[in-house]
């Protein structure tokens, strides 16, 4: 086992790394996922630098505030933020964690940041966005896809809150790894710096799969909870979008195993029980739809019609509710 995996395991075990092997982590994105995983990574000792954008003046003044009733408020005052990524130092780890809408335009602040040989993790929706990305990154630079199960968002400029949750499903793009066990050391890698800061990070072998899996979720809610402009127990408790939101999950399940990505048996009623009955909760497509922001439609969406029609199967509820979204994304954003 490699020293840098040594010492965060002994971080995971409750003691301190040395400085020589403690990774540096750059945060791209420091939105509400940015902002939740880079305070928690910061609270078990990493060293975190964040990149702000229109934030950046309240967040250098006042600090990042990471308000949660299940690990506790954090507030990292003074906190390393920049404007420009060419003040950054290079990262040993980048998390990307800005909306796939933006991941062209982030591009060149993401290759400024990582170190050579460095790790980029995608903490994004939708299907495909590493394909996207890949090629806009130095062949030297590992590429990993991480698929957050948390609930929280950004309350105001400079303040998360947690509601429940907060583990990352791992898995290996592309990159320099040495086959496959080389790819499994570095998003094992990964996993130690999560699971150092108290957080589950569940390997996954197969990342395709996983993002399949978290789609189930993503296709129904994101895209009703605009359509109907309500957050997730409405959709929940009338009998017409419950059923709806069962169609979906299932055109999903569909499209997953077409693609073989055939998702576990009885996965899609855990994804039902995850919401069925559970405190009302806003998608962050809905939130972006407020806010009159880009909505995140080809990776949700769009990709997984496309691959869905490739492999000679149509998801016809999907494939309405897109168009739909369309329609509305245009319209809102004139």
């Known amino acids: ?193 999560f699971r150092a800061a108290g957080l589950d990070a569940p390997v996954m072998d197969d990342l395709a799969q996983a993002r399949w899996q978290k789609l189930v979720m993503n296709v129904p809610f994101n895209g009703l909870s605009v359509l109907i402009d309500s957050g997730t127990q409405a959709l929940m408790t009338q009998p017409s979008t419950r059923t709806l939101v069962r169609e979906l999950m299932e055109e999903v399940a569909a499209g997953a195993a077409a693609c073989g990505h055939a998702l576990p048996e009885g996965y899609i009623d855990v994804a039902w029980a995850a919401t069925n009955g559970k405190p009302d909760y806003m998608p962050s497509m809905l939130l972006d739809y407020r806010e009159q922001r880009p909505l995140e439609l080809e990776a949700i969406y769009g990709a997984p019609l496309a691959a869905a029609a490739a492999a000679g199967v149509s998801l016809p509820k999907i494939g309405m509710l897109y168009q739909s979204l369309c329609f509305l994304d245009e319209r809102n954003r004139g």
């Not at 303040?159 to 080389?182: F, K, M, T």
Request: hydrophobic residues 45%; glycine residues 12%; proline residues 6%.
């Open 1 to 193: 086992m490699s020293a840098r995996i040594d010492a965060l395991a002994d971080t995971a075990a409750g003691a301190t790394p040395t400085e020589g092997a403690r990774p540096r982590i750059g945060v791209i994105g420091a939105g509400a996922i940015g902002g939740f995983y880079g305070a928690m990574l910061a609270r078990a000792g990493f060293d975190v630098h964040f990149l702000y954008r229109s934030e950046y003046e309240t967040v250098r003044a006042e600090g990042l505030l990471l308000k949660s009733a299940t690990y506790g408020d954090q507030h990292l005052k003074p906190i390393q933020a920049y404007r420009d990524a060419a003040d950054m130092p290079p990262c040993d780890w980048v998390l990307v964690a800005a909306k796939t809408t933006a991941n062209a335009s982030l591009a060149p602040a993401i290759r400024q940041v990582v170190a050579p040989g460095g790790r980029v993790l995608l903490l994004q929706n939708g299907l495909g966005v590493e394909d996207a990305m890949r090629p806009m990154l130095p062949d030297s630079v590992h590429l990993l896809g991480g698929l957050c199960i948390v609930s929280v968002h950004r309350h105001s400029p400079g303040v998360i809150e947690h509601h429940a949750y907060g583990g990352v499903n791992l898995g290996y793009h592309s990159g320099p790894a040495r086959g496959a066990a080389g790819a499994r050391t570095i998003v094992e890698e990964a996993a130690a710096l």
